[in-house]
């Protein structure tokens, strides 16, 4: 099993949906970090989080460190939000990556 | 805006061959990281270092690899007599915590022929 699972793996959705993506850990962390891949391949930092709630624009993150969960959610999706969202964990320098969730927003 | 560079963009080398990624760290960060992502496969930790020293490695991390900071500015990744399965891109992020945001450089996309 892995240490990170991801759901969905892809997710398709009209501009201007809310769009939700989980990921459950199996492992202690010290923090969850939520990653954007762009299909050109670079990787951007989106969120830390260690407890509670975390908004940036139109994205919010959460995390359940009691149930090992957290969400990312994107308000008013829009066709430049279409990219790979990674979820990964981090404890004692180590950190543990998702798989991805593939999200494209069509027009 | 400080960013995490890395050189070359793409490295294209011969099995057996020994190769090095290039990393320059924001200057004011203290750990290093080095990760590899296969095609079509998720991202997998190699290596985190801080104060001159490995912090962790993954069992990915073997005796073929090595990392160094040789000046106060690059960070390297030195893979020993690649073999195909080498073949990804390498990643190289930096942080000003241990468990801090983590700022990731464009990668090397590494090719073993």
């Known amino acids: 099993k892995n240490e990170v699972e991801q759901s969905p793996q892809n997710l398709t959705a009209q501009e201007g949906e809310f769009i939700t993506i989980n990921c459950s850990y199996s492992?202690?962390?010290?923090?969850l970090h939520w990653l954007q891949q762009h299909p050109g391949g670079g990787i951007v930092s989106l969120f830390m989080?260690?407890?509670g709630k975390k908004k940036h624009g139109r994205l919010i993150a959460t995390i359940n460190i009691q149930e090992k969960h957290s969400s990312l959610h994107i308000t008013a999706s829009h066709p430049r939000d279409s990219a790979v969202y990674i979820c990964?964990?981090?404890?004692?320098?180590?950190?543990?990556f998702g798989a991805g969730t593939r999200l494209t927003v069509k027009p | 805006e400080p960013e995490v560079t890395q050189t070359p963009s793409h490295q294209v080398t011969q099995m057996g061959q020994e190769v090095i990624l290039r990393c320059v760290p924001i200057s004011n960060h203290l750990y290093f990281y080095w990760y590899r992502q296969i095609l079509g496969q998720k991202v997998e930790f190699l290596v985190s270092f801080y104060n001159n020293e490995i912090s962790e490695k993954s069992e990915i991390f073997d005796d073929q690899f090595s990392v160094e900071r040789p000046d106060g500015s690059n960070f390297t990744l030195k893979i020993r007599s690649t073999k195909l399965e080498d073949s990804a891109m390498y990643f190289c992020a930096s942080s000003q915590q241990g468990a801090g945001e983590q700022y990731f450089g464009p990668g090397t996309r590494l090719t073993v022929t």
């Open positions: 492992v202690g962390i010290s923090a």
């Open positions: 989080l260690s407890s």
């Open positions: 990964a964990v981090y404890n004692n320098n180590d950190m543990r």
